[in-house]
């Protein structure tokens, strides 16, 4: 037998994730969980991959941008395309984090979700993350991986609830985290039905249909799973809502919360980060019943080798 | 070895479908579908049970209906309460079948989405079906329980994507077709989390946010499962563009449509439903590669016993 979460420390939070998962498999035991109810759910940025200096998909945005700038420069005079062609982050931080995701979104407009993956997945295996110097599928936390293969082990079905658009997540999330796209949730814009010619295909429109986010990633819970998760795992005040949402469902629940607090491995931040601060979820994180994971303290390895 | 599907007679649309599964799970062969890719979409209405006299969710809407006119008799008087409570179908037919479904909907605004799926469960088991007398999880289709579950078998994950509302349905769909809530895919309304007394629930607004017919079907296939399916299944008009969605993907593919065409076993009917009619998918099914399924020729049984 090998051990269990081998890039997590034997500490605290390594424990109390093994013990739930041992308490909610254990048919005989007060708090055994049926199968098809193990729903347990993750944000995406600073969850299950780096979000610093920014989110991947504003990183993805960047060089649409220029792509789009380079067809058409008078662009470059107009914000906010300017600031993503500068790498302006004082001006990109103004817009905060829905505004900045709404023009990640918009910059894919009139492209169908198919093509539109195409073009993520040769980006994502074609760039580097600019601080850790990877691929950016190797910009995962490696203790994520073995945390979602080991609940899957147990019976859960994993999902992914993120701020992020749902159509760039699901262009990687089968092959880097083994999540099917039909359990990836996130932000999304407007679709419609268009013909050609006989074939058929889904376009990107620029109106924004869901930005998921804060009470709203329970209301997408609501919407796309149908039930209360048992596991919910987030890393910013975005995720408190989802986070208490599972801890109050009926039966024994769990919800966990990275504080990045590792200036060497990684980026040490929380309350600072604008775009998406952790304040009044860590300041009551024990008030709220949430498990706190401490990147130095509970993660023996970061990334993956 | 027990028959496949038996409750279908040994006809073409049967054997199209056994022929399908064996081409698209042959590892060796040609058109092998590897397991995550194979999804199959299902309408409810009409293809996984009895939609007439009229859809289940609007007889729901007539007892809901009720308790709120007794509550408030000023009600009584008001369209399209007046219709509802009186079961007038001209008047209810004349809203059309959005109108209709908008009514169903925004009489559970207000409660939350869990104690809606309470009150759905009770309905379905105390009420009977007017037509067919039995409860309704009976009204359900034998042949197509079996096809879920055959294709399961073969490895595919089925999804419900209906007109009907995502709450009702997810009250159950996993009970009587085995569909998890995660699958159901519907036309739904706008939520909103609510904190009270530090406790957290989705309530239902008045507020709808999708009705899920015709070019949104694959809009939220899109938003929902990400992936085109391989094989779709549905029973009118308000599936041609899901139908056509699916069958338009690389490799092969299979898209069927239900014609109720047994007046003895159910009610026959196509073009003169006006909720949901059957006419131009019908008069061009095989232009379009769709293979028709007669109630009368390819179903030995009709309701299970």
């Known amino acids: 037998m090998t051990q269990a979460l081998p890039s997590w420390t034997d500490g605290a939070a390594r424990r109390a994730i093994i013990d739930f998962v041992a308490a909610v498999t254990d048919a005989a035991g007060p708090d055994y969980v049926p199968t098809p109810e193990r729903i347990a759910v993750f944000d995406n940025d600073g969850t299950l991959w780096c979000e610093q200096p920014l989110q991947v998909q504003v990183l993805f945005a960047f060089d649409r941008a220029a792509a789009m700038a380079k067809a058409d420069p008078s662009l470059a005079q107009r914000q906010p395309f300017k600031a993503f062609l500068e790498h302006d982050q004082a001006a990109i931080h103004e817009l905060g984090k829905e505004g900045i995701f709404e023009f990640a979104f918009a910059v ?17 295996t074609a760039a580097r993350h600019p601080k850790l110097d990877r691929p950016y599928p190797q910009v995962v936390y ?42 990836v949730i ?24 869901t930005f998921d986010d804060r009470a709203v990633k329970p209301a997408n819970i609501g919407l796309h799973i149908g039930r209360r998760p048992i596991l919910a795992f987030g890393n910013s005040d975005g995720d408190q809502a989802m986070l ?3 801890l109050d469902g009926p039966g024994r629940r769990m919800a966990l919360l990275v504080h990045h607090d590792d200036n060497e491995r990684e980026t040490a931040y929380d309350r600072d980060f604008k775009l998406s601060p952790l304040t009044e979820t860590l300041d009551r994180a024990e008030e ?9 303290r509970d993660w023996a390895k970061v990334f993956p080798d």
Chains 1, 2 share one sequence.
């Open 108 to 124: 894919h407009a009139g492209m169908s979700i198919e093509a539109f993956q195409d073009e993520v997945r040769q980006w994502l």
């Open 142 to 183: 490696q203790p994520q991986l073995e945390l979602l293969a080991y609940l899957r082990e147990h019976g859960f079905k994993t999902f992914i609830v993120s701020g992020g658009g749902v159509d760039f997540m699901r262009a990687f999330a089968e092959q880097v985290y083994g999540i099917p796209p039909e359990q």
């Open 186 to 209: 996130g932000s999304s814009v407007k679709t419609e039905l268009q013909e050609s010619g006989g074939h058929f295909s889904l376009m990107k429109l620029a109106k924004l249909d």
């Open 244 to 246: 208490r949402y599972t």
């Open 288 to 296: 709220f019943g949430i498990q706190l994971v401490s990147v130095k």
